[in-house]
């Protein structure tokens, strides 16, 4: 089976940056973009698709008065990506 070789020139304007990577990835991975988000939750170890509501969790948990007297504190919202585990 020959293989397709995609070839996209694209004008990534700023409403149209998400979706312009997205394709990229998508391309680069040889899938479609509704694929991408079961694509990278297998890669990782809960292996559970990270949503824009998982983040906002983690920035109200460090917005709010919840830990106003801690410093230096890094909450991972990764799903388990091994490749950035802190050392």
């Given at each position: 089976?020959?293989?397709?070789?995609?070839?996209?020139?694209?004008?990534?304007?700023?409403?149209?940056?998400?979706?312009?990577?997205?394709?990229?990835?998508?391309?680069?991975?040889r899938?479609?973009?509704?694929?991408?988000?079961?694509?990278y939750?297998?890669?990782?170890?809960?292996?559970?698709?990270?949503?824009?509501?998982?983040k906002?969790?983690?920035?109200?948990?460090?917005?709010?008065?919840?830990?106003?007297?801690?410093?230096?504190?890094?909450?991972n919202?990764?799903?388990?990506?091994?490749?950035?585990?802190?050392?």
């Amino acid at each position: 089976m020959a293989e397709k070789t995609i070839t996209a020139f694209i004008f990534c304007g700023l409403s149209g940056a998400v979706l312009c990577s997205a394709f990229l990835r998508a391309a680069a991975y040889r899938i479609s973009i509704g694929e991408l988000p079961g694509y990278y939750a297998k890669r990782i170890l809960l292996n559970e698709t990270i949503l824009r509501a998982d983040k906002a969790n983690a920035v109200f948990i460090f917005a709010g008065s919840f830990l106003s007297k801690r410093t230096g504190n890094m909450i991972n919202v990764d799903g388990g990506a091994a490749a950035v585990f802190m050392q």
